[in-house]
Structure formats: C-alpha cells, structure tokens
C-alpha cells in the first residue's frame, strides 16, 4: 500500500537551470516532513535534468521524472497523476518557498478544506513587494463569496502557485489544466474557485515569485502574443460555458463572472497591429463581450462606455 503524503509538491521544468537549484534547494529544507516532490523534466535541453536528479539522489522527498516536451499544463497535470498527497501544490521551477511553508501551511489543513489560498511576494532584481488580499484567515469561505470578494477589492488571484488544493475535490472535479495554450491558470482557477464548498485564506507570505524577463509572461515575439491573446479568448468562451451552466450559481455572480473574463479579454486589444485588432475586435462584438462589461458604479458606467466610443 502506497503511504499518503500530506502535500504533493508539483515542479514542471523546462530549461531552468539558472533557477532550477534554489528552488529544489528551499523545498528539501523545509522543517517540516510529510510531503513529497515531484518534479517533472519537460524535455529540458539544458542541465536542469541533471539538476533535478542529483537531488532525487540525495533526498528521498524528491521524485524526478522525464517526459516529452509538451508544455508547462501537460507537464503540471501529468505530475497531478503521480501525486499522492491530500494536498496539491504547484511551485514553478524558478521560484521558490521559504523553509517553513508547509510546516505553516499545514496548520490551515484541519477543516480540510477544497482550497487553501495563502499569499506572496514579487521577486524583482532590485526589490521585493509583498502581495496580500488582506481576507478574513480565520473565516472558512465558500467559493462564490470568496470570488466576489476578491473580484470586488481587485486582488489578483489567478496564479496556481499560490495555492493548495485538496486532491480529492481537485480529482473529484476533473480539473485540468488546458494544454496548448498560454494563459492556463486563468483559464482554471476561477473555476476552481468559484466551485469549491469551502475556502480558507492564510495571512501568511509563503511564496516567492521571481520576476524574469525572459520568462513566458514577458515574451516579445508579435506572433507569441498574438497567440496570447487567442488564447484568452478561447479561454473566455470555455468559462463563460462552465459558469453560465452552472444553476447553483447566483445571478449576481454570474453577472460579475462575465465582467471580469470581459475585462481581461478587452485588455488584451492594444497588444495586436491594426490588422489583428480590427479582426480580433469583431470576434469581441460577435460574443457580444463589450455588453457584458458591469455598470453598476459611475466609474464602471464610464469605463463601458469608454470602450463602447474606442471600439466602436
């Protein structure tokens, strides 16, 4: 019989070795035991698999696997098949945690709740800012009044990495991380918020998330984020289907659900040429998004009809 560990440590990697040991390197000093890392080679053609095994040499908390490239979600939901942790983490391959996270983490597992939400910090070559929701830790919430908190107050909250999730709610569900496409934890842990009975939100600073510039979010080839900004269309008809579907969602949720993915899709308008906004905006009018975007306040009156006058 396989033991169960409390938490699964996910790792994709994929040419990282510049990063690759101080993120290891904080995962096997944990003061804390019961917990296993999984760490996945995504095809990497630098030294980060020769990293990665040295490690799972010497510690036997670090499981290392190889597989073909096909992408950070693949690689992230192939590590979710080998994990057998109660709890989900997912830690990307250049950042890392401090030495007592999970032993502080751990405290917020008693309720057993869906999701443990917990905050971070932004890692930038000259400074460090704190991120932090500043919500209630000592309330269990339910998905739909976290996310119109969270949406309401503007705090960012769609980065896998800042999150533990209860496997069996996580398996229960069928949640998986889209393959092919960028933009994959918006495009899931809305979701995965929105449906989850029961939430609990740590005050604690566990994360440290490295801001490089030559990582995925920061690419500047014109047909990369051309396929970006797809990407997130594709993404909003998806979680339009799934949350409009849903009857044990409330109107008012619904409603701000369809503002928010609204938002981020508008956003991305600028970053195309003129060509590709003319077309990318006609498939916006098409799904009839510019609609959807909430006017209950003055200034959110003002922003649609910003939009509607540029876009016209």
């Given at each position: 019989m396989i033991a169960v560990k409390k938490f699964s440590i996910i790792v994709p990697v994929y040419n990282v070795e510049a990063y690759l040991d101080k993120c290891l390197s904080s995962l096997v000093k944990q003061n804390y035991n019961d917990y296993e890392v999984i760490v996945v080679n995504d095809g990497s053609t630098d030294k980060s698999r020769e990293i990665m095994k040295k490690y799972e040499k010497e510690y036997m908390c670090i499981k290392a696997f190889d597989k073909e490239n096909t992408g950070v979600s693949d690689t992230r939901n192939y590590g979710i098949t080998l994990a057998r942790g109660e709890y989900l983490v997912f830690i990307d391959s250049d950042d890392y945690v401090d030495n007592d996270f999970?032993?502080?983490?751990?405290?917020?597992?008693?309720?057993?709740?869906?999701?443990?939400?917990?905050?971070?910090?932004?890692?930038?070559?000259?400074?460090?800012?704190?991120?932090?929701?500043?919500?209630?830790?000592?309330?269990?919430?339910?998905?739909?009044?976290?996310?119109?908190?969270?949406?309401?107050?503007?705090?960012?909250?769609?980065?896998?990495?800042?999150?533990?999730?209860?496997?069996?709610?996580?398996?229960?569900?069928?949640?998986?991380?889209?393959?092919?496409?960028?933009h994959e934890d918006f495009a899931l842990i809305p979701i995965t918020i929105l449906k989850a009975h029961s939430i609990v939100c740590a005050s604690d600073v566990f994360y440290n998330y490295v801001q490089r510039n030559n990582s995925i979010m920061h690419m500047n080839s014109y047909e990369k984020n051309k396929k970006r900004v797809y990407d997130m269309l594709h993404h909003f008809d998806n979680m339009y289907k799934i949350i409009n579907k849903d009857n044990k969602l409330s109107e008012e949720t619904k409603e701000l659900f369809n503002s928010y993915i609204s938002n981020a899709v508008i956003c991305r308008i600028d970053i195309l040429n003129n060509d590709d906004k003319k077309d990318y905006i006609k498939d916006l009018k098409k799904r009839r998004i510019f609609d959807l975007i909430q006017s209950k306040t003055f200034g959110q009156k003002l922003k649609k009809i910003?939009?509607?006058?540029?876009?016209?």
């Amino acid at each position: 019989m396989i033991a169960v560990k409390k938490f699964s440590i996910i790792v994709p990697v994929y040419n990282v070795e510049a990063y690759l040991d101080k993120c290891l390197s904080s995962l096997v000093k944990q003061n804390y035991n019961d917990y296993e890392v999984i760490v996945v080679n995504d095809g990497s053609t630098d030294k980060s698999r020769e990293i990665m095994k040295k490690y799972e040499k010497e510690y036997m908390c670090i499981k290392a696997f190889d597989k073909e490239n096909t992408g950070v979600s693949d690689t992230r939901n192939y590590g979710i098949t080998l994990a057998r942790g109660e709890y989900l983490v997912f830690i990307d391959s250049d950042d890392y945690v401090d030495n007592d996270f999970l032993l502080n983490l751990e405290k917020y597992t008693c309720e057993k709740p869906d999701i443990i939400k917990y905050q971070y910090k932004l890692i930038y070559n000259d400074h460090v800012e704190v991120m932090n929701d500043n919500i209630n830790s000592t309330k269990i919430y339910d998905g739909e009044t976290l996310f119109k908190e969270l949406t309401y107050n503007k705090k960012p909250y769609d980065l896998a990495c800042i999150y533990a999730f209860n496997k069996k709610y996580f398996d229960n569900n069928n949640f998986k991380f889209e393959i092919n496409c960028y933009h994959e934890d918006f495009a899931l842990i809305p979701i995965t918020i929105l449906k989850a009975h029961s939430i609990v939100c740590a005050s604690d600073v566990f994360y440290n998330y490295v801001q490089r510039n030559n990582s995925i979010m920061h690419m500047n080839s014109y047909e990369k984020n051309k396929k970006r900004v797809y990407d997130m269309l594709h993404h909003f008809d998806n979680m339009y289907k799934i949350i409009n579907k849903d009857n044990k969602l409330s109107e008012e949720t619904k409603e701000l659900f369809n503002s928010y993915i609204s938002n981020a899709v508008i956003c991305r308008i600028d970053i195309l040429n003129n060509d590709d906004k003319k077309d990318y905006i006609k498939d916006l009018k098409k799904r009839r998004i510019f609609d959807l975007i909430q006017s209950k306040t003055f200034g959110q009156k003002l922003k649609k009809i910003y939009y509607k006058i540029k876009y016209k």
